[in-house]
């Protein structure tokens, strides 16, 4: 008899699980995530269901509860390989890097060959600014995948903070060629190729960042800072406007606070294009560990002086396993 209630169990949350593919495959994340609660109501130690279900929740924003069943799935299977890359994930999010990097080393021995694994773990080591390690583990991602192109654009962040210009040109044009509609890899590949002193293959990737990416002003930013330095003051001064539009829109949006050089770059350039310092933006980013988000490292000097040499980060990608979102460009994306 209890052999067979366990079939039933069984058979009652495979049910559950391929209803809730189904409206996966239908792009229905709200119905999926009622299905799911229901089956984990139903088997609430089924480590899959609820990995999924925290999946689900991290894909649509909802960190509670997305780390509560995370949780509970490591609570029975304490080397949840989805769980732990998810939950580990969402610690980097929060620059707790060491803590994340303690989650992964426990799946690192049963798990060796894991791209995403890698990728995490290189970003965790980005974010404790340990960039010779950061590479060494997302070169070994990118052995292991090859066509992943989060990887790739983690490559080229890194050596664009390295000041490799060269390298992060390489590693961001084979992103491109596998993400070709994300403005924020031109934006960056513009940024490179301001630093090769290629200043209108810089524009023209500018200029298609800017098409692509309706959200993000710190690409009509960096975007007007190199208009700037070339002498273009009435473009620059376009792109500024278009970045001050932008931060309007986030500011009714979200809660969202601007990494204080980009603040710091946006009103040395609002003053030297004599638009008035008076910014819509006024909050800084309150914890430094936030950084490696959406962040400007223009270095500007005094705004009579060129306005630097207008670098930008692009916020730190960690592949969160299955049913991860795709980065909009507005905060910077998992």
Known sequence: MKQLNLTRKTGHDLTYIMLGKI???????????EI?????????????????LGL?????????????????ALTYDPVNYKAILAAGSMMQTHGDFD???????????????????????GMCFFGKKKYVAAISCLKRANYLAPFDWKILYNLGLVHLTMQQYASAFHFLSAAINFQPKMGELYMLLAVALTNLEDTENAKRAYAE??????????????YA?????????RDALAQYQEMEKKVNLLKDS????????????AQKLGAALQVGEALVWTKPVKD?????????TSKAASFQQPLGSNQALGQAMSSAAAYSKLPSGRRGHK
Request: zero cysteines; hydrophobic letters at 35%; glycine letters at 4%.
């Open 225 to 233: 800072v190199l208009l700037y330095n070339q002498g273009e003051k």
């Open 209 to 222: 960042a800017v098409r692509l990416d309706k959200y993000n002003p710190l690409v009509n930013l960096n």
């Open 254 to 265: 979200s809660s969202l606070e601007y990494d204080s050089e980009m603040v710091e770059t």
């Open 99 to 121: 803590v994340a990097l303690t989650k992964y080393r426990v799946i690192a021995s049963a798990v060796p060959e894991s791209p995403p694994l890698w990728n995490n773990i």
């Open 288 to 296: 430094p560990k936030s950084k490696q988000r959406t962040t400007s």
């Open 36 to 52: 799911y609660k229901k089956a984990v109501e139903f088997s609430p130690e089924n480590t899959e269901l609820l990995t999924t």
């Open 23 to 33: 409206h996966l495959l239908a792009g229905d994340l709200d119905k999926a995530i």
């Open 56 to 72: 689900l929740y991290l894909q649509v924003g909802i960190y509670q509860k997305a780390f509560e069943h995370l949780g509970n």
